[in-house]
């Protein structure tokens, strides 16, 4: 059975940091793209950034420059620094992996993490 299990979420004050993580188990994952959304109450999934197998890097507008995705392709594991976090960035952070390339859409990911909420006080 496949499992993701996202870790690191918290309340931090803006401006702080935080470092998620996301371990995969059931298969390997090091050919799949892995990825990180977020969800904000009564907002959509939003795609957040996404690392191919290769370790190509994809973001959101709203977190490059703040944010950096990583793997561990041996310990099918992917992470999120977070820096300079703001208000806005206050969500219950997701992660997922899919066997093609990176997409924006949360539709085309095949598995899911339980989540993580990351709260950013002002």
């Known amino acids: 059975q496949v499992q993701l299990v996202e870790s690191g979420g918290g309340l931090v004050q803006a401006g702080g940091s935080l470092r998620l993580s996301c371990v995969g188990s059931?298969?390997?994952?090091?050919?799949?793209?892995m990825a990180w959304f977020r969800q904000a109450p009564g907002k959509e999934r939003d795609f957040v950034s996404a690392?191919?197998?290769?370790?190509?890097?994809y973001y959101a507008d709203s977190v490059r420059g703040r944010f950096t995705i990583s793997r561990d392709n041996a310990n099918d594991t992917v992470y999120l620094q977070m820096n300079s976090l703001q208000p806005e960035d206050t969500a219950v952070y997701y992660c997922?992996?899919?066997?093609?390339?990176?997409?924006?859409?949360?539709?085309?990911?095949?598995?899911w993490g339980q989540g993580t909420q990351v709260t950013v006080s002002s």
């Open positions: 059931g298969r390997a994952f090091s050919s799949y793209t």
């Open positions: 690392i191919s197998w290769s370790g190509n890097t």
């Open positions: 997922a992996v899919r066997p093609g390339g990176w997409s924006t859409s949360p539709d085309l990911w095949q598995y």
